[in-house]
């Protein structure tokens, strides 16, 4: 069992940028690849960015490539996603997500444990 926990977000303008963490509870975080996903309102959730297990390979959105990088330190058991260049359209409910049999997937059916979810806000 993982217990994950977001944390970072708020509200910034157009331009800036924020830094999002993952805190994961248990001692398997490792393990697991881990996603980022968000979910604005009246839409889906959909991806943002993963990353494997040992964070050595990485995927992301076409809507966020070259602006937003996903990482992890396994060793604080935590994940990051670092946003710049934000757009108004970026804003929406960020969860981050663990994927613990696979190698980091942009199918929300493909992750196991999901945060709760932290609000970032982009105005123009």
């Known amino acids: 069992q993982v217990q994950l926990v977001e944390s970072g977000g708020g509200l910034v303008q157009a331009g800036g940028s924020l830094s999002l963490s993952c805190a994961a509870s248990g001692r398997t975080f490792s393990t697991y690849a881990m996603g980022w996903f968000r979910q604005a309102p009246g839409k889906e959730r959909e991806f943002v960015a993963a990353?494997?297990?040992?964070?050595?390979?990485?995927y992301y959105a076409g809507s966020v490539k070259g602006r937003f990088t996903i990482s992890r330190d396994n060793a604080k058991n935590t994940a990051y996603l670092q946003m710049n260049s934000l757009k108004p359209e970026d804003t929406a409910v960020y969860y981050c997500?663990?994927?613990?049999?696979?190698?980091?997937?942009?199918?929300?059916?493909?992750?196991?444990?999901w945060g709760q979810g932290t609000q970032v806000t982009v105005s123009s």
């Open positions: 990353i494997s297990w040992e964070g050595s390979s990485t």
């Open positions: 997500a663990a994927d613990a049999y696979g190698a980091g997937s942009n199918r929300v059916a493909s992750y196991d444990y």
